[in-house]
């Protein structure tokens, strides 16, 4: 087993995705208009060149992709991904739970935000080139002597004023709550005093909560696609929750918090009594996640 802080396991597989059945989908004509539409942006982002990186671009493309795929949006909780006036400038760190290769486009269609991806997304088929030209910071999350180095360079993004969407968890899970939140990121935080912004993503087909756009275990990124693309009524929603100042934290504490927030779920005593002795967190547009919820 790898003990690289970095190394993520899930034991979501495709099985966890067989589940969602074959049913509400489209046919075949509309999949395939669909596959031209998609295929269409793509090219239209590729004569982009470097505008593709420049905010409204990117975010206009990222719609237009997610749009293309048949796939609405839902936005719930905090008005923006970052934090507006932030304090002294820095951008804000924003953490959410990973599903799909679709979590990114709906994140970035959403708001245009540099995202911080493992180093195989920027290999993928369809999307990997759209990424890279998008900006994308990849790192190797099994090159643990890398972690310093990347862990400064995000901090010096944040300290620039650039905010960054970063996958704690480290893997794709098939659904809400996933795994633990690997904490390093989070000292990319700490060292910046940029405030952190967790984010939920869930998927659900005609109201109903569903594991379909998952790409988890041995399933393969065009699998995942072809079921997105021939899913009928598929919607991600996109919670933004109260930020979290880092004032008072340590990347453990801070990353406990980030987690309930996402999950829902309760925060641990040790987090919380921690946080507590170094005393109270705030920050100019950011406050603390209290244990009850957001």
Same mark, same amino acid.
């Given at each position: ?68 795929? =048949?796939?609405? +949006?839902? &936005? %719930? @909780? ?6 507006? *006036?932030?304090? !002294?400038?820095? #951008? /804000? ?34 999307? =990997?080139?759209? +990424?890279? &030209? %998008? @900006? ?6 099994? *090159?643990?002597? !890398?972690?310093? #180095? /990347? ?40 060292? %910046? @005093? ?12 005609? #109201? ?87």
């Amino acid at each position: 087993m790898n003990s690289s802080p970095w190394a993520a396991y899930s034991p979501c597989s495709e099985e966890c995705v067989a589940a969602t059945g074959t049913g509400v989908r489209v046919g075949r004509a509309a999949a395939v208009r669909r596959y031209a539409a998609f295929a269409a942006t793509l090219a239209g982002a590729a004569a982009a060149g470097r505008r593709l990186a420049e905010g409204a671009e990117l975010r206009r493309t990222a719609a237009r992709l997610v749009a293309d795929l =048949g796939v609405g +949006v839902v &936005r %719930a @909780g905090a008005p923006t991904l970052t934090v507006p *006036g932030g304090a !002294q400038g820095v #951008g /804000t760190l924003v953490v959410a739970n990973h599903i799909s290769w679709l979590d990114a486009l709906a994140l970035l269609a959403v708001e245009p935000v540099t995202l911080l991806a493992k180093r195989e997304v920027g290999h993928w088929p369809v999307v =990997g080139g759209l +990424v890279r &030209r %998008a @900006g994308t910071r990849f790192i190797d999350r099994d *090159g643990f002597r !890398q972690l310093p #180095g /990347t862990v400064q360079e995000l901090a010096e993004l944040l300290r620039s004023g650039e905010s960054v969407i970063v996958f704690p968890e480290g893997t794709t899970w098939c659904s809400v709550p996933g795994g633990p939140f690997r904490r390093a990121t989070f000292q990319a935080a700490l060292d %910046a @005093g940029a405030p952190v912004r967790p984010v939920t993503l869930s998927y659900a087909r005609r #109201g109903v909560p569903t594991p379909l756009p998952a790409f988890v275990g041995e399933g393969t990124f065009l699998a995942s696609f072809r079921r997105v693309a021939a899913a009928r009524g598929l919607t991600v929603r996109i919670t933004a929750h109260p930020a979290l100042a880092p004032a008072g934290h340590d990347r453990r504490s801070l990353a406990a918090l980030a987690h309930a927030a996402v999950t829902g779920t309760a925060v641990t005593g040790a987090a919380v009594t921690g946080a507590a002795e170094r005393g109270p967190a705030t920050a100019h547009g950011a406050h603390r996640f209290s244990p009850s919820g957001p």
